[in-house]
């Protein structure tokens, strides 16, 4: 069950999807449904998400569109939390790879490329000299992960705390923004690891634009 992929899936759903539970009644009876949901405005990513998950997990859904022009899906997971626990997936923020995907570069790229579609950014800084640096941002400061990239990529990163207004709810929020080079210390192990699994065509294209010029 271990596998690329399933890296993949975890890194999307740790950085776009939820777990959350909500009581039904059935039949007079007060039930609790335990559902895991992804959805994001990249339909490419939703789709190579969804299908892992059912390959993976043997559960079918079809995709939906939501009002404001998102993608997603969703699933029952009663049965499936002791699998979970298993293959050691947190759905809780910041983003922490499992031990299975972060001790072995094969898992953590996909899982990174994952992390990437979701929560991630692209941005090539200094056009004279071009950097390409990659931006995670989370609710939490991202340490775990900050230490696993910095083992697997023979690279330094960095982690901002940042607080921002948000205009809809109209409140203050705390993030965390976690970035890191692409250089020639780990393009190589970069363009073979991760970005074959970057499925977000604007990111894909621009990294992979960067790393060719190298």
Sequence with gaps: MKSPE????????????????????D????????????????????????????????RKRKTYQLSDGRFGFSFLVRNLLNKFKELDMSFKDPPKPPEWV??????????????????????????????CAIRITSGHRQKNLEISIEKNFNCGASITEERCFNKKWKIWNHGSRLEFLISSKNFKK??????PY??????????ENYINNQ
Aim: proline residues 5%.
């Design 198 to 207: 970057i499925m977000v065509p604007r990111k894909k294209i621009k990294i």
């Design 6 to 25: 399933l890296g993949y899936l975890i890194g999307t759903l740790q950085g776009d999807g939820c777990y959350y539970q909500y009581p039904v009644n």
């Design 102 to 131: 972060k001790h072995k570069i094969e898992f953590f790229g996909p899982y990174l490329a994952g992390l990437i579609d979701s929560d991630g950014d692209v941005r090539i800084k200094r056009p004279k000299y071009p950097q």
């Design 27 to 58: 039949r007079g009876k007060i039930r609790v449904r335990q559902v895991i949901k992804l959805d994001a405005k990249d339909l490419e990513m939703i789709e190579k998400s969804k299908g892992i998950f059912e390959k993976v997990f043997k």
């Design 190 to 195: 970069f363009k073979r690891f991760v970005l």
